[in-house]
């Protein structure tokens, strides 16, 4: 646990009580005083309020589980969008696979689905008609603030780690891209070599693949 500088196993806060009673104040730092006031006040909780808090953590639970499922129900839409796509441009599906060299990907015309690329997970890799390869994430945001986890804390990291193994010349470190994100952020994943496309306009990711024959 950062905060408090301790470790949260069992047997590690037993043999260090200290530290656990400072694991239990960070926490209580953290409580929401509204949901859960008798903490603060030192008591017991009337059955209202055991009844209220418990309410309320649920909706939050219930609220963060239905964020997460949408985010992956449009993620997976993406993605079959984009297998559609390239399906419709003349290229065949193979099965996934780990891909340690640019040997072992797909051969041109080709593409898998979530598979290893260099290390890290790459939702569709693609082997352009050129022989350049294509890892491509599929990234959905429903905020500005959340673009920064979706594309600069991932896709971004990825297309760096992309680059420096395989290299600019053989490698098109690419996102495709649903929802609202931050300007700057977009720039600044562009700035690391991360090409950005967006679902609405598949036209413009297939009439470039075309160019590449």
Do not use: Y
């Amino acid at each position: 646990m950062t905060v408090s500088e301790a470790r949260l196993s069992n047997s590690w806060l037993r043999g260090n009580p200290e530290a656990a009673r400072i694991v239990i104040e960070t926490v209580q730092l953290g409580l929401d005083r509204n949901r859960f006031p008798w903490v603060s006040e030192d008591r017991e909780p009337t059955e209202a309020e055991r009844g209220a808090a418990a309410i309320a953590a649920a909706a939050l639970i219930a609220a963060r589980k239905t964020m997460m499922a949408r985010a992956n129900a449009g993620k997976n839409f993406q993605e079959q969008k984009v297998k559609d796509a390239l399906i419709a441009s003349g290229f065949v599906e193979v099965p996934t696979r780990k891909i340690q060299t640019l040997h072992d990907a797909p051969g041109p015309g080709e593409f898998c689905r979530e598979c290893d690329f260099g290390g890290r997970k790459a939702d569709v890799v693609v082997r352009l008609w050129d022989n350049r390869v294509m890892p491509l994430e599929s990234k959905v945001s429903g905020s500005a603030t959340n673009s920064v986890k979706r594309l600069n804390n991932d896709a971004a990291v990825k297309d760096v780690s992309w680059i420096h193994q395989f290299g600019t010349a053989q490698t098109v470190p690419s996102a495709m891209l649903t929802g609202v994100f931050k300007t700057h952020n977009l720039e600044s994943a562009q700035r690391d070599g991360l090409t950005i496309w967006w679902s609405h306009d598949l036209d413009t990711l297939t009439e470039w693949i075309e160019t590449t024959r």
